[in-house]
């Protein structure tokens, strides 16, 4: 049972549905008419990618980035290196990018610039989860779900050594899964 990872449910799947929910109806505003590209930072927020859109009232298009910050280790590296670009041009378009979580920020500070040398005529941020206790890069987002502690949370897309994704809330891991 997945169950048995975890310590305590921080974020259960009715307010996952919840907070998408709200986060769709601000975004359903902000991109009313500006046929956004979103993009999903792979892989962690895959699964709040697929719901976010999917309470999203406007035109839209989505495409997919993956950038490798962790590996399997638990802090990041420092490094943040491009494993697979966009198939779409980002030029002249409004971009919204989407996170599962936003921990040191070296991840998106290094998205978000690379966007705007490639000209977008706009770059937000929604993430789901923040951890803002962790960051070390001056990188906020535009749009947060829910903010968290520091704590190694797992679930709905988040992982602990590539499992866990698939566990229907945002739980936090035992301590003694990694200890
Ligand atoms: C996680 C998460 C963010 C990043 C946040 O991805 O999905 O992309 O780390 O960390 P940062 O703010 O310290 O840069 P990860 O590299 O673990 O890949 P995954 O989404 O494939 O699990």
């Given at each position: 049972?997945?169950?048995n990872?975890?310590?305590?449910?921080?974020?259960?799947?009715?307010?996952?549905?919840?907070?998408?929910?709200?986060l769709?109806?601000?975004?359903?505003?902000?991109?009313?008419?500006?046929?956004?590209?979103?993009?999903?930072?792979?892989k962690?927020?895959?699964?709040?990618?697929?719901?976010?859109?999917?309470?999203?009232?406007?035109?839209?298009?989505?495409?997919?980035?993956?950038v490798?910050?962790?590996?399997?280790?638990?802090?990041?590296?420092?490094?943040?290196?491009?494993l697979?670009?966009?198939?779409?041009?980002?030029?002249?378009?409004?971009?919204?990018?989407?996170?599962?979580?936003?921990?040191?920020?070296?991840?998106?500070?290094?998205?978000?610039?690379?966007?705007?040398?490639?000209?977008?005529?706009?770059?937000?941020?929604?993430?789901?989860?923040?951890?803002?206790?962790?960051?070390?890069?001056?990188?906020?987002?535009?749009?947060?779900?829910?903010?968290?502690?520091?704590?190694f949370v797992?679930?709905?897309?988040?992982?602990?050594?590539?499992?866990?994704?698939?566990?229907?809330?945002?739980?936090?891991?035992?301590?003694?899964?990694?200890?």
């Open positions: 049972m997945l169950d990872y975890i310590a305590e449910v921080l974020v259960s799947p009715e307010e996952l549905k919840e907070t998408i929910q709200k769709g109806e601000k975004l359903t505003v902000e991109y009313q008419d500006k046929n956004p590209l979103v993009i999903c930072i792979l962690g927020a895959i699964f709040f990618m697929t719901d976010l859109v999917r309470a999203m009232n406007c035109d839209l298009e989505v495409d997919f980035m993956d490798s910050s962790y590996g399997d280790a638990f802090e990041s590296s420092g490094q943040v290196r491009i697979k670009d966009l198939d779409q041009s980002v030029k002249d378009r409004h971009i919204l990018i989407v996170e599962d979580i936003i921990d040191t920020g070296r991840t998106l500070a290094y998205i978000v610039e690379l966007l705007k040398h490639r000209q977008a005529a706009s770059v937000k941020i929604v993430t789901l989860l923040d951890k803002p206790e962790r960051r070390v890069m001056a990188i906020e987002a535009d749009y947060v779900g829910v903010e968290v502690p520091n704590k797992v679930g709905y897309g988040l992982d602990y050594k590539q499992g866990l994704r698939n566990l229907p809330y945002i739980g936090v891991l035992k301590p003694e899964m990694y200890e």
